[in-house]
């Protein structure tokens, strides 16, 4: 059945530097969405990309659709404190399911 | 503005009890609906979703059953829970296919 595969688990940086996660699903997507989750909360909606090679930016993310719409990347520019939490990507091929990763969790030291 | 109902918030109940867990939406028609899992520090895991009332899609076979019996509310039950049943349990909602999904504030449940 449809994967989708996302690292890295976790990620620890200082705040200030820089974070990527990465996702890869085993099939076409039609679409990718980002959730953020954060510590004892529920999953909150973030981006949705739809077209080949897309990129978009919500302040210091930035979020990329790869051309084969296999793969997707996160990037936060300048982590703060208030990026702690666990980021998601979620695949959808075209029907009622949407398959999530297994999320990376991000711990920011101050 | 649409908003999403699910409790109860926490749930401590024995093995091989029954569990009734409940979700409403409000201000939408229509909305396709889902129940997902999360164990600890885990991804999230389908485990039913509905198109329409009376309708429900099951993605992994287990002790847990979904109904739909009205067009917002969707309710997730078992018979018998077990101790690996324990867990964050998630429902959530989409106007139409393909569209964000939005999640209520989840059940934690935990089965001893």
């Known amino acids: 059945g449809q994967q989708v595969m996302q690292i890295p688990q976790y990620q620890h940086v200082q705040e200030g530097e820089d974070f990527t996660t990465y996702c890869n699903s085993s099939t076409t997507l039609s679409n990718i969405q980002w959730y953020k989750q954060r510590p004892g909360g529920h999953p909150v909606f973030l981006i949705q990309l739809v077209k080949s090679g897309e990129v978009k930016k919500q302040k210091r993310l930035t979020f990329q659709f790869g051309e084969a719409k296999k793969n997707s990347s996160l990037h936060i520019t300048a982590t703060q404190t208030t990026d702690v939490g666990t980021y998601f990507c979620a695949g959808n091929t075209g029907g009622f399911k949407t398959i999530f990763g297994a999320g990376t969790r991000l711990f920011v030291k101050a | 503005s649409q908003t999403i109902h699910q409790w109860p918030a926490t749930l401590v109940q024995p093995v091989g009890s029954p569990l009734s867990l409940e979700c409403t939406v409000e201000g939408t028609s229509n909305p396709n609906l889902y129940w997902y899992r999360q164990a600890a520090g885990r991804g999230l895991q389908l485990l039913f979703y509905s198109v329409g009332i009376g309708q429900i899609s099951s993605e992994v076979p287990q002790n847990l059953s979904a109904s739909r019996p009205q067009d917002r509310q969707f309710i997730l039950s078992s018979k018998k829970l077990l101790l690996s049943d324990s867990g964050f349990y998630l429902c959530?909602?989409?106007?139409?296919?393909?569209?964000?999904?939005?999640f209520g504030n989840g059940t934690r449940l935990t089965v001893t």
């Open positions: 959530a909602w989409e106007q139409g296919a393909n569209s964000p999904l939005h």
